[in-house]
DNA sequence: CAGATCTCAGCTATACTGAAATGC
DNA sequence: CGCATTTCAGTATAGCTGAGATCT
């Protein structure tokens, strides 16, 4: 049986889908160097915005709170990220990525630009972007709905 | 923070986003009318192709087999199909779609159109038909790798 | 015999919730 | 006081696996 027409045109079974792909690829090739989807986005989070409060982490990544503290335990003991208390306001953490933990993350960035071919092989760069450009939309919309 | 621009620009993390709200939001109003999602997918495959076995409706709706089995147990409960044992091959059931449930998923239909218009609202129709083909190919080619 | 089907029991990862402890 | 942060314990669901019983 093939897929009915009724899903094979519906925008949320054909994101739902595309994410089951998505995330298979990303756990694979992500897993298979000992590390986690979370990581990565926190790793890049620290990149661009240099020493974070994790709950800034969480908001800017959209990684649970309480997700965050289980993947910077991991990231803290493998020596990507330091945490000390940060002396402004005793209640947060100042969570600064360390030199191999940017090393770490460039590994990273190779793996999850492997990914990106693999998920999006059949189109051109031109698809891609637009692909990019749709989505973005749609996260965007959402995210200022949802925390409005 | 920000989402920082390593994941802005990923296909994968935007994908993943989407979904997060695709689901939230078919399941607020799939579940505010007392179904499940995937109950919709095999109502839509029995009107598309008619008595089916359950190995069929899974293969044609992408729900595991074993869920296949639990979300036709509830359809079946409340009268949306019925379950017989297929007199040409014993091992399978032919699974028919009632009156009540040919009802029942087009009250699904209209609740599942107003989620496309929920998810997508900032696209104009054309925008929406370019999503659907970009998502389509990624969907089928990984479909395609996947059982080959 | 190999292979398909239906069923159940259970597993894992993801996203999320509640509450406590602490500090602003 | 109200509110924010970190942490931990636990929940819900989706998707999936394994195995048994049955049949082709």
Do not use: F
């Not at 897929?3 to 079974?13: D, H």
């Not at 289980?70 to 600064?96: F, H, I, Q």
């Not at 972007?129 to 919309?141: D, F, G, K, Q, W």
């Amino acid at each position: 049986m093939r897929t009915p027409s009724m899903l094979n045109t519906a925008p949320t079974w054909l994101i739902n889908q595309a994410s089951l792909h998505a995330t298979r690829i990303v756990n694979d090739r992500i897993g298979a160097m000992g590390a986690h989807r979370y990581q990565y986005r926190l790793l890049a989070a620290l990149a661009e915005y240099g020493d974070s409060s994790q709950a800034d982490l969480s908001r800017g990544t959209m990684v649970d709170r309480s997700d965050v503290v289980a993947a910077l335990k991991d990231l803290e003991a493998d020596g990507y990220v330091r945490r000390s208390p940060d002396p402004a306001d005793n209640r947060r953490n100042v969570v600064t990525l360390t030199p191999t933990g940017r090393r770490r993350l460039r590994e990273m960035e190779k793996s999850v630009a492997a990914c990106q071919d693999e998920l999006l092989a059949p189109h051109t760069e031109h698809e891609r972007e637009r692909l990019v450009a749709l989505l973005s939309r749609v996260v965007e919309h959402h995210a200022a709905a949802h925390e409005g």
